[in-house]
């Protein structure tokens, strides 16, 4: 196998895998919108929406070139 063809496999089964914890945490936290569990305000959840799109926005922009910085704790 081709240099090439194992860092393909490699990135194709890490992205896999990578992809579907984060689409699992991502359905984790809109479980938190079960208001008969958790006590929420508006600007809380617009805070955790933005820091998700803000997210999104650097994973498109480090494939794009590498000059993304690492992203700091969220915090509410």
Do not use: C, H
């Amino acid at each position: 196998m081709a240099d090439t063809d194992k860092k393909r496999g490699k990135f194709r089964e890490l992205a896999e895998n990578r992809t579907d914890k984060a689409l699992e945490a991502i359905e984790r936290i809109g479980n938190l919108s079960n208001t008969q569990l958790y006590a929420w305000d508006e600007a809380e959840v617009k805070r955790i929406l933005k820091a998700l799109r803000d997210e999104v926005g650097k994973v498109e922009a480090r494939f794009q070139g590498p000059n993304a910085r690492r992203r700091a704790r969220f915090k509410l």
